[in-house]
């Protein structure tokens, strides 16, 4: 015979888990991975939604491209070393081997964009006005070759594709700069050109100068070349400042040596204008090279005329030093010169032809450097040198005899100025070769070409980026849901932590959701009961199990007192007790089912039962037992509805005879199912659990603590009552801690399997939906583990 214990006797408790497996159960990469795996219906969302977007961005993002061109810097292969600059001591190697870097500074400056934006007319800035959002993803679908769009629903304001406008020059007063000009396109290739404040300013002709008078000194004129478009097709003009064009295209212009050391420069414009990009990268370039030309070839100028104007002087110079060299030796005739004079010539000679060129070479210098540049101290420093020794030659000449002293010093001038006049004659000859044939410093390698493709936006990078990110934000919200949810994570820990065992855990019901949104919209007019209209529901099949539970631990043979509350409110006590309820019912136990909660209890919207007189009004002896019970075959329990609101249950409950209540039910029911408020909001679960004979605490998944579950079996302790256990409610139906239940498809199978084997029985036709019932009422715990 089975014992039934009462509340005021020792419980069966299960065996606490051993606490130190407890705190060596760490979390495992398995755990990590389940957990994934039951949050993959979020990540996919967060997959689908990051990929949505970005295709809506690739779809609806400008296209943006690139043209590039390759340049080579090295040095002058067309100027021929003079000797002013062939020295071993000469200028520094950057001058002859100017680096990439120098170089990049020279494309990307003023002078060379300022003559591209110039040539191109890049201030003038123009566009078509495209229908918002979408107007721009149409029109670059559409194909220019079929002439015009038609305009989307008669929105001829706007441009769908194919439209054309050139303008070859805009010119207008200062103040109007960088303001915004509407052309509007007419009838016959007429256009009409409306102000900052859409006043009509002009009418004209494409093809024709038109001009407009402001009032400025300035007057407005512009000339459109070409212009292809539906009658009232709008089109925005804005003319910038030279300054802020060539702002403008020093952010989109780059400039990289392609690898170190090299010297090849890659020259690269990004825009939405492939064809202008190709043209305005081509124009750098060639501007650039031309630059570079014309500073070689004035340099080689500059040096020529200098020579050329001191080949007169050196000219005069040695005429006049051979014509003294020619009297002397008329006057005193031949002359040996011995060879120590000889010797003493030719140094002489020598020291002052070098003297003689580098004082030329500085005063060149000082022409472009100033005194303190390194070169020009060098070549001051030579000089020096240079007339030192010569002092010292013409000391030792001064020892000569006095005919050969004369001899040796108009020889020496002689043979001076001719060294000078000759090499001064050869670098004026080689500088007129350089000016004629200078190449620059610089070469174009490969010119631009049209892009055919945009650089931006890449669909492979983005989608790839995209998917990543929607895994990893996706994998980041379950983790993160996972890590803010107020449960442990094993419920075998809470167990432990609490004293009590679990009795049942209830996966969520989406069935469920829907009945509980009926009743709060008050749309449903059957029992909202889960157990009922969805006899096969994952969830009742866990409550099936409790049932189990509850018939083989408590004795059959007396009434059972079943109390069902929870730490707080919204946990789901009220679905556990009233399916409980009909579960008990469904296997021929007479039940009946009390809505305890006096204060706020809805048990009556569930059995879709109008307000009437209940358990309040029962207490209160306002009503008898027999007008308080309501009966409900579609379910098969009787209900004890909640009665009229009251202010004090918790007296009620004490002075209004509750347990002769309780008693005289016992006599008729086999189960009480009392649905009680919340333990921790109010003392009445605390008074009625006194006289319960089973005590469970429903708690839901995600809202409750062991702190809660503790304070709430501390509660119910205090006043000597020993909760049985507790249920954990609403758990996520990937969840593996409840098992599995065999789905819809196996159990109507199975269903209808029982149902023929009926029939076979008794040999005659049963009501298949009675029969139905009974075998899932009666043989569902052998089928379904839970």
């Known amino acids: 015979m089975k014992t039934m214990y009462s509340q005021n006797e020792a419980t069966t408790q299960f065996q606490p888990v051993n606490p130190s497996r407890i705190e060596e159960h760490g979390v495992s990469i398995r755990d990590y991975v389940d957990l994934l795996i039951e949050g993959k219906k979020t990540i996919l969302l967060t997959l689908v939604s990051v990929l949505l977007i970005t295709s809506i961005y690739l779809v609806l993002a400008p296209r943006t491209f690139k043209a590039d061109a390759l340049l080579r810097i090295d040095k002058n292969k067309a100027l021929l070393a003079a000797p002013l600059r062939s020295e071993s001591n000469g200028a520094s190697a950057e001058t002859d081997n100017p680096r990439a870097q120098r170089e990049v500074e020279i494309l990307r400056s003023r002078s060379v964009l300022g003559k591209v934006v110039d040539d191109l007319n890049l201030m003038v800035e123009y566009s078509p006005y495209y229908f918002p959002v979408i107007g721009k993803t149409v029109a670059r679908h559409y194909d220019s070759h079929d002439g015009v769009a038609t305009p989307w629903l008669g929105l001829d304001r706007w441009a769908w594709g194919g439209e054309k406008l050139k303008i070859t020059s805009f010119t207008l007063p200062d103040r109007y700069l960088n303001k915004e000009f509407t052309i509007i396109a007419l009838e016959k290739g007429h256009f009409r050109l409306l102000g900052p404040k859409d006043e009509t300013l002009l009418e004209g002709k494409t093809g024709e100068i038109i001009t407009a008078d402001l009032g400025e000194d300035v007057p407005l004129t512009i000339n459109i070349a070409e212009l292809a478009a539906h009658t009232g097709t709008h089109f925005e003009l804005t003319r910038k400042t030279s300054l802020a064009a060539i702002e403008t295209l020093q952010k989109a212009f780059s400039v990289k040596e392609v690898s170190k050391d090299t010297d090849i420069l890659n020259v690269e414009l990004k825009g939405n204008n492939p064809t202008q990009l190709a043209k305005s990268v081509n124009d750098i370039a060639t501007i650039y090279v031309s630059a570079t030309v014309n500073w070689e070839s004035a340099e080689a100028s500059q040096k020529l005329s200098f020579l050329e104007s001191q080949l007169p002087v050196i000219k005069d110079r040695l005429e006049k030093s051979e014509q003294n060299l020619s009297t002397f030796r008329q006057k005193h005739g031949a002359v040996d010169i011995s060879a120590e004079a000889e010797i003493l010539l030719k140094q002489a000679s020598e020291m002052e032809t070098l003297g003689i060129q580098l004082k030329q070479k500085y005063d060149e210098q000082n022409q472009r450097l100033e005194s303190a540049h390194p070169d020009m101290i060098s070549t001051n420093a030579q000089i020096k040198r240079i007339d030192s020794k010569l002092g010292a030659l013409e000391k030792r000449i001064k020892d000569l005899p006095r005919t050969q002293q004369s001899v040796v010093s108009l020889s020496r001038d002689v043979k001076v100025n001719t060294e000078l006049y000759t090499s001064m004659l050869n670098s004026a000859q080689e500088q007129r070769i350089a000016a004629a044939g200078s190449l620059g410093n610089s070469r ?343």
């Open 444 to 786: 174009i390698i490969d010119l631009a070409v049209t892009p055919e493709k945009p650089y931006w936006p890449n669909p492979g990078m983005l989608l790839t980026l995209a998917a990543l990110l929607g895994l990893s934000a996706g994998s980041a919200q379950v983790f993160l849901r996972n890590s803010l949810q107020r449960h442990d994570n094993y419920p075998a820990m809470l167990e432990y932590q609490v004293g009590l065992p679990l009795f049942a855990a209830i996966p969520h019901s989406k069935k469920q959701r829907k009945l509980a949104r009926l009743i709060d919209q008050g749309k449903d007019h059957e029992p909202g009961i889960l157990a009922s209209q969805d006899p096969l529901d994952i969830s009742v099949e866990s409550l099936r199990g409790l049932r189990t539970t509850l018939e083989a631990t408590m004795d059959s043979n007396a009434s059972k007192v079943i109390m069902v509350s929870s730490p707080a409110p919204s946990m789901g006590k009220s679905f556990v007790s009233t399916n409980l309820a009909a579960l008990l019912a469904s296997i021929k136990k007479r039940v009946i089912i009390i809505d305890a909660d006096m204060r706020n209890g809805r048990l009556h919207e569930a059995f879709s039962v109008d307000k009437q007189l209940g358990l309040s009004d029962l207490l209160a002896g306002r009503a008898t037992l027999g007008e308080v019970i309501i009966s409900l075959p579609d379910i098969g329990v009787d209900f004890i509805p909640r009665g009229s609101m009251v202010l004090n249950p918790a007296e009620l409950l004490v002075i209004g005879n509750l347990e002769e209540t309780l008693e005289q039910l016992k006599s008729f029911y086999n189960h009480i199912v009392i649905d009680s408020p919340p333990i921790l909001g109010a003392t009445d679960a605390a008074i009625m659990g006194q006289h319960a004979d089973a005590t469970f605490l429903v708690v839901k998944e995600g809202r409750y603590t062991a702190q809660e579950l503790e304070v709430s079996f501390r509660r119910f302790k205090q006043v000597g009552v020993n909760p049985n256990g507790f249920i954990i409610n609403d758990m996520k139906e990937e969840s593996s801690y409840y098992g599995y239940a065999y789905n819809q498809t196996n159990i109507e199978s199975k269903s209808n399997s029982g149902y023929q084997a009926v029939k076979g029985w008794f040999g005659k036709t049963q009501d298949s939906r009675y029969l139905a019932t009974e075998k899932t009422a009666e043989a569902l715990d052998d089928e379904v583990q839970v």
